[in-house]
């Protein structure tokens, strides 16, 4: 491997990980913290890469060493191979439960279980596998990674590399007279942005209200009624007029923009149950390429701004984008995630995710929790990163409480013993030891612009994914903003074109020309209150929890130490609920190691208390 590729602070061959997992050569993964020291950590041979994905694990195609020098040295230290060697068949049970809590780093669950001893947390590492050297294969944006969660690859396969991406192929909304007739007029290439811009009803959290009760806070809950269509369900809420186009004139659902199937799709095939319980309608992404691999999907909007501007609380009768928004209130985003919460609860009960009627429980299902990253980004962390604050600490205990109470349903509704879980993240969040710098992204646009440079499109957050108009201006770019980097007013650290990083994509028309990566503790963002953010390769941004729980699990109890990744969750939820994962789209990472058998069937006692 080139000297070149240690010579910035990121994870820089991270990318091809879900693959070089279960598919590559001793691939070595550069793990940098935000402080800028690095360790390596070597993955377990199975076969060589071929294709792209080869190219992107060997090729740097910058020329010449980065201008930056003041870039970090590596300590080149590889680990051993675990005692438990290469992946191996996963505990069988009856269901999976997978919950993405947004946020939490692998550090966060090791640093709350030692200060909550006597919590869920640390009740169901007594009895799981944590892995606390998971990494997600970046960006580290929600889209790419639930795709990481749920089909086991990278951009790579997918295609995906942001909820705001780019496609040279597809045509803008609006240019088709009438959707799915005719044929587009303009010019191909548009931005692909899936987000609350595209509900039907932009400031609603959507559904028909409920009320639920916990901890003696009255909290609305939104309950979907069996008539369909129903905002909030099934993608019945995404407005299609705001969707990009092909060359057919038919919409590109977020399910029809991902390339990969997902283990909902394939579970379903396979006779199985599947729901799932997301921030927002776009999380239809996860239905897989047929747009149906999810029986109950519930997505109510986090950023409606429709929270009761006396309590927070999520109201559907604030419909008009003045109340609180969601995504961005520390107290709010508990009452929003009490909506995933009863919902789930509901399913292990035997119904639908409204309460409304009865189902079977899922075989495969989860929801997705916003505290922690809400009360990363407007709570944080405090002395330099070693502990949590109160605003994030109360989110965590909110979360530990909500596994808690899923675990007593489990139980009290005889699921307990045949049910497991996965708990593991989209994404982390960078910085946690200082607060971000927030740097505007557009004067770097505009110096672009003033070398004729023309943007097509400009993503940032803690990372900025650049396509330009013409890629043949990419040399002339890339020279340029390294030459820009020089003034730290720009808050760039070093800029690379997406090989360097792992980043290319089979996708015709997806890869972005160009990959900038600010400097550390700074997130491209106009001036805010935000403290952090995530979808870059830091370590922080990528290195997030994992942790496997299932009842009679003979490794209970330990830690698997070896580097794993997070894409490496899709095969093993599958295979936890006896479906193979041969169906999932190739590429795919294989999975888990260190869940090798288990012992006979007893009463878990991860659920107690």
Known sequence: ??????????????????????????????????????????????????????????????????????????????????????????????????????????????????????????????????YPNAYLPGPSDSFPGILALTTGNNATVTGVYYDDSYDRNLYPAGSCATINSGKPTGPNGTECLFSELQDIETFSIGG????????????????????????????????????????????????????????????????????????????????????????????????????????????????????????KNVTAARAYDELHVQAVINQISGKHSSGNYAAQIPNLFGLNFQAVSVGQKYAGYKNNGTAFSAGLKANLDYVDQSLARILATLRSSGNAASTGLIISAKHGQQPTASNATLISPTPIATALSSQNISVAQFTTDDIGLLWLTSSEQTTIALAYLRNLAQNSSYGILDVNEPAYYGLVSNVVGRTPDLVIVPQPGVVFASPGKKLSEHGGLMKPDVNVALMVYTPHLVTAGTIYNETVSVSQVACTSLSMIGVPCSTLTPGYAQALPGLTAIAPATTPTASSG
Request: with cysteine.
């Open 1 to 130: 491997m080139s000297a070149k590729c240690w010579n910035t602070c990121l994870l820089c061959c991270l990318a091809v990980l879900s693959t070089t997992a279960a598919a590559g050569n001793r691939q070595l993964l550069q793990n940098t913290s935000e402080e800028g020291t690095t360790a390596t950590r070597a993955l377990a041979p199975v076969s060589a890469p071929a294709g792209p994905a080869a190219a992107a694990a060997n090729s740097h195609t910058s020329s010449g060493p980065s201008n930056l020098a003041a870039g970090p040295k590596v300590s080149l230290a590889a680990s051993s191979i675990s005692a438990y060697g290469a992946a191996n068949a996963a505990p069988n049970v009856s269901n999976t439960i997978l919950v993405s809590v947004d946020g939490l780093h692998a550090s966060d669950l090791t640093a709350y279980i030692a200060l909550e001893p006597n919590s869920t947390l640390a009740r169901l590492a007594m009895q799981g596998v944590i």
């Open 208 to 327: 028909v209200p409920g009320v639920g009760v916990y901890n003696g806070l009255a909290t609305n809950v939104t309950t979907l009624q069996m008539d369909f269509p129903t905002r909030g369900l099934n993608g019945t809420s995404v407005n299609e007029s705001a969707l990009p186009l092909d060359a057919t004139c038919k919409p590109v659902h977020a399910w029809r923009f991902n390339q990969a199937n997902t283990v909902f799709q394939v579970a379903r095939a396979a006779g199985k149950r599947t729901a799932w319980i997301d921030k927002g309608p776009y999380y239809e992404l996860v239905q897989g390429q047929n747009g149906t691999g999810v029986m109950d999907l519930y997505t109510p909007e986090i950023s409606c701004q429709c929270g009761d501007n006396e309590t927070g609380i999520p109201s559907t009768a604030v419909t008009d984008g003045t109340g609180v928004d969601l995504a």
